[in-house]
C-alpha cells in the first residue's frame, strides 16, 4: 500500500517530532510545549482511546477550544485509525447534537462548561462515552484565570482525559494499517444547525493539501493561527505547519495584545482579524520587523483588502503580502457567507426562519461581517412578538455569530 495515500495526520507529527524532538511545537498562551511533548501526549491519548474500546473507523466527536488537549485527541485518535470530529468550540449544543447524530459519533470529547450547556439543552449523555477535558491545566496565572472565566468550573460526570492518560503512559509500537478511502478528518466549519453536510478529507487528500499550504518560506519559524483548529483553514493552517517543522501560536484572551509579545513571523486569520490588527498598529511601535505576511481564511481577499493588510503589516514595522488560502478549501465551493470562521449558508437560513409559525416570508441579507433579517408577518400577526420569537429562536438554534444584527418588517418579500 502506498505509504502516503495510506498515511495519517499522525505520521506528519511523527516524522517531524522525530527530527526536532526538543523544538517548540506549540505555544497555548505563554506556555511552550515541544514537538516531543505533543508526541508522547498523542501516544498516550491513543493508548487511552484504545482501552476505551476506540476501534479503527470509529467517529469521535472533538468539542474543544484551541489547547493542547485538542492536538493530543486529534493526533491520537488518527494514529489509531479512528476518524476525529472537528466541531467549532462555539457551536451551540443543538448544532453538535446533528453533527453527532450526522457522523455517527458516539464518543464526545469536551469541556465540563460545554457539556454543562449540552446537559442544560439537550438532555442527558452516558458518562461511559464521556471524556472531559481542562485545558486551563495548562495555564497559570492571569491566562489561567481569564480562561476559567470563560468556561467556569462545573461539576459533570463522564472520564477526565487527564487521568486517562496518566493511567496510559506506556509505549505502543504497533500502529493499525489504515484503509485510503477511510476520512482522516471530519470537519463542521459552516453551521451544522442549518446544514449537517460534513467536510471531509481522506489521508492522501490531506497530505497533499499540507503540502500546497505550505508557505515555502524558510524564514518562517512561527505562525499565529487565529482561526479554531475545528474550522477547515485553521486545522490545514495548524497541521500544516506542525508537519513543516514551525512553531504554531494559540492566544487565550485577546490575540493582539498577545501579538505584540510574541511578534510572530507569520499570521493566519480571518478578514476581521486582519481589519482590526489594522487598528490596532500601534500596539507593535514598529517594531515588528520580522512579519512576513499573512492569510486570509474565509471570504475572498479583495484588491482593497491586500493593500488594506499590506499597510498594516508595514505600520507594524513589518512587510509582506497577505494571501488568499493557497490551496481550494472545499468550502469554497459551496455559497456561503463567512463570519468570523463560519460559513452559513442564508439560503438555508431563510428556509429554517420562514417554516416558523407566525413568518409568511423571511430574506437573510449579509452586509459586512453581519446579517440583516427581513421578514413577513403572516395575516395579523404581531409584529413585535414576531419579532422577539424569532431572534429567541436565533439565539437558542444558532451559532452566536449568525444571529442577525439587524432585523426589519416587511408588507412583501418577493
Known amino acids: 500500500m502506498d505509504e502516503k495515500k495510506a498515511g495519517s495526520a499522525y505520521r506528519g507529527l511523527r516524522g517531524c517530532a522525530y527530527r526536532k524532538k526538543f523544538d517548540i511545537a506549540l505555544f497555548f498562551g505563554s506556555k511552550a510545549f515541544s514537538y516531543g511533548?505533543?508526541?508522547?501526549?498523542?501516544?498516550?491519548?491513543?493508548?487511552?482511546?484504545?482501552?476505551?474500546?476506540?476501534?479503527?473507523?470509529?467517529?469521535?466527536?472533538?468539542?474543544?477550544?484551541?489547547?493542547?488537549?485538542?492536538?493530543?485527541?486529534?493526533?491520537g485518535l488518527s494514529r489509531l485509525g479512528a476518524i476525529p470530529v472537528l466541531c467549532h468550540p462555539q457551536s451551540v449544543p443543538r448544532e453538535l447534537q446533528n453533527q453527532m447524530e450526522t457522523t455517527q459519533s458516539k464518543l464526545l470529547v469536551t469541556t465540563p462548561f460545554r457539556y454543562r450547556q449540552y446537559l442544560e439543552r439537550i438532555g442527558t449523555f452516558p458518562d461511559s462515552h464521556l471524556i472531559l477535558c481542562r485545558p486551563e491545566r495548562d495555564l497559570k496565572?492571569?491566562?489561567?484565570?481569564?480562561?476559567?472565566?470563560?468556561?467556569?468550573?462545573?461539576?459533570?460526570?463522564?472520564?477526565?482525559?487527564?487521568?486517562l492518560l496518566k493511567a496510559n503512559r506506556y509505549n505502543a509500537n504497533e500502529i493499525p494499517a489504515l484503509e485510503p478511502e477511510i476520512p482522516a478528518v471530519i470537519l463542521f466549519g459552516s453551521s451544522g444547525f442549518l446544514s449537517c453536510e460534513p467536510v471531509s478529507y481522506l489521508s492522501g487528500e490531506l497530505e497533499e493539501t499540507v503540502e500546497i499550504f505550505d508557505c515555502r518560506r524558510e524564514r518562517i519559524q512561527t505562525v499565529f493561527v487565529e482561526n479554531s483548529f475545528a474550522s477547515e483553514g485553521g486545522f490545514l493552517a495548524v497541521h500544516s505547519a506542525?508537519?513543516?517543522?514551525?512553531?504554531?501560536?494559540?492566544s487565550v484572551g485577546d490575540p493582539l495584545p498577545y501579538l505584540a509579545k510574541k511578534m510572530p513571523d507569520y499570521l493566519v486569520g480571518t478578514e476581521e482579524f486582519f481589519w482590526e490588527l489594522r487598528q490596532k498598529t500601534?500596539?507593535?511601535?514598529?517594531?515588528?520587523?520580522?512579519?512576513?505576511?499573512?492569510?486570509?481564511?474565509?471570504?475572498?481577499?479583495?484588491?482593497?483588502?491586500?493593500k488594506f493588510a499590506a499597510k498594516a503589516f508595514l505600520e507594524t514595522g513589518g512587510k509582506g503580502a497577505l494571501l488568499n488560502a493557497?490551496?481550494?478549501?472545499?468550502?469554497?465551493?459551496?455559497?456561503?457567507?463567512?463570519?468570523?470562521?463560519?460559513?452559513?449558508?442564508l439560503a438555508d437560513m431563510e428556509r429554517a426562519i420562514s417554516s416558523l409559525p407566525g413568518v409568511a416570508a423571511c430574506q437573510c441579507i449579509g452586509e459586512g461581517s453581519g446579517?440583516?433579517?427581513?421578514?413577513?408577518?403572516?395575516?395579523?400577526?404581531?409584529?413585535?412578538?414576531?419579532g422577539r420569537k424569532v431572534l429567541a429562536y436565533c439565539r437558542e438554534e444558532m451559532n452566536e455569530f449568525h444571529?442577525?444584527?439587524?432585523?426589519e418588517f416587511s408588507a412583501n418579500i418577493q
Open 242 to 250: 506542525l508537519c513543516r517543522g514551525i512553531t504554531v501560536l494559540w
Open 282 to 306: 500601534d500596539l507593535f511601535k514598529g517594531n515588528w520587523v520580522n512579519l512576513l505576511g499573512g492569510i486570509q481564511i474565509g471570504k475572498d481577499r479583495t484588491p482593497l483588502m491586500s
Open 326 to 345: 493557497p490551496i481550494p478549501l472545499k468550502v469554497q465551493k459551496e455559497e456561503l457567507y463567512f463570519v468570523k470562521d463560519f460559513g452559513v449558508r
Open 37 to 75: 511533548d505533543l508526541l508522547t501526549r498523542a501516544e498516550y491519548a491513543y493508548n487511552s482511546f484504545r482501552q476505551m474500546g476506540v476501534e479503527k473507523g470509529e467517529r469521535v466527536c472533538l468539542w474543544l477550544p484551541d489547547c493542547p488537549d485538542l492536538l493530543a485527541a486529534f493526533y
Open 371 to 386: 446579517i440583516r433579517l427581513r421578514l413577513q408577518p403572516a395575516g395579523n400577526t404581531d409584529a413585535a412578538a414576531l
Open 141 to 163: 496565572g492571569r491566562e489561567q484565570k481569564e480562561f476559567s472565566e470563560k468556561e467556569p468550573a462545573c461539576q459533570v460526570g463522564g472520564f477526565d482525559f487527564e487521568e
Open 403 to 407: 444571529v442577525p444584527e439587524k432585523l
